[in-house]
């Protein structure tokens, strides 16, 4: 387990004795929060991505906040075990969800699933997105997505692709790529990305696109072909995106937030937002979050519901479009 702590400053009532008496009633203190510690559940087990960001965020609120923030790993079922958890709690502010954007705006395309997140979640921040691309194994000699399609086309299914679960993100960003290049590539969904990883360092499945990938391209145990974000990695400044490689409006992008349960005070939304986009700002936290190849975009609550919007739609565009199915 990993422990936040939190505290929220209050301030006093703005007038008081005679001010109160001459201009009416006080203006009331803020609610008093957190008053006992807040779990942080992440719908994902530990050791891959949800677990890296959580944590960090973790060592940089604990010097600021006063409540211990208990983070809670409930991983199973694409993450829906998680959510669903986090919904049917009480929205007193003490319990939050930290979440990549697939059993928000990917599952609910594949599957029924027992909520709506615009309607049972407050989205509270962007707290940082996935900065990675395809990664391969190095015993099989290829060195571009070009290759890696050519193989594809000549050896149709032998190709294996390892995730962290269906329906999530880093699933569908193997389906655009097959859909875009036309390949049969096998998908191998695992709880987590920590579980894959650990297949591919064996060899046992062939492809991944996780940021926990990257530490093991340099020390040059896999082969990174291609990057799913706009820019390329800072580190890997030769790696083209895929964008560069002739895949436009193909990345897919897996990015993590933080919500509240529907109900829970929105206060606390606002107050929330404003530390994680403070300390987002600060050149120790944007180098520490590329550590773990990780950027943080600054949003307000609203521009982040606008994008979570946006990403579904367009997710919904490529489960369609690729016809994906979780069987």
Do not use: C
């Amino acid at each position: 387990m990993s422990v936040f702590n939190n505290r929220i400053g209050r301030r006093g009532v703005l007038a008081g004795g005679a001010a109160a008496a001459a201009f009416g009633p006080a203006v009331a203190q803020e609610i008093a929060w957190p008053t006992r510690p807040v779990k942080v559940i992440v719908p994902f087990p530990a050791g891959g991505a949800s677990d890296f960001i959580a944590r960090l965020w973790g060592d940089k609120l604990q010097g600021v906040y006063g409540q211990p923030f208990v983070l809670d790993n409930r991983g199973g079922a694409s993450g829906t075990i998680g959510l669903e958890s986090v919904i049917r709690s009480q929205p007193d502010g003490h319990t939050l969800l930290q979440t990549p954007n697939s059993p928000i705006t990917v599952l609910p395309h594949l599957r029924k699933v027992n909520y709506d997140a615009t309607r049972d979640l407050l989205p509270i921040a962007r707290v940082g997105d996935m900065l990675t691309g395809f990664v391969i194994v190095p015993s099989l000699g290829i060195n571009t997505i070009a290759e890696l399609i050519a193989y594809a086309k000549k050896n149709p299914g032998k190709l294996s692709y390892g995730s962290a679960g269906l329906g999530t993100a880093t699933h569908l960003r193997i389906e655009m790529l097959k859909l875009r290049a036309g390949i049969d590539i096998l998908h191998v969904p695992y709880r987590g990305s920590g579980e894959a990883l650990n297949d591919l360092l064996a060899g046992n499945i062939h492809l991944m696109n996780e940021i926990i990938t990257l530490p093991h391209v340099k020390a040059g145990k896999l082969k990174l072909l291609a990057m799913n974000y706009p820019t390329r990695h800072p580190d890997f400044p030769d790696v083209p995106t895929m964008t560069e490689v002739g895949f436009p409006n193909s990345d897919v992008p897996i990015w993590y937030s933080l919500h509240l349960p529907a109900g829970a005070p929105k206060e606390l939304v606002t107050r929330l937002n404003a530390k994680i986009v403070e300390i987002a700002k600060t050149e120790d936290m944007i180098r520490r979050m590329r550590e773990i190849n990780i950027v943080v975009p600054i949003q307000t609550p609203e521009e982040l519901a606008a994008y979570r919007d946006a990403d579904f739609a367009a997710n919904g565009m490529l489960v369609k479009e690729a016809n994906v199915r979780l069987d």
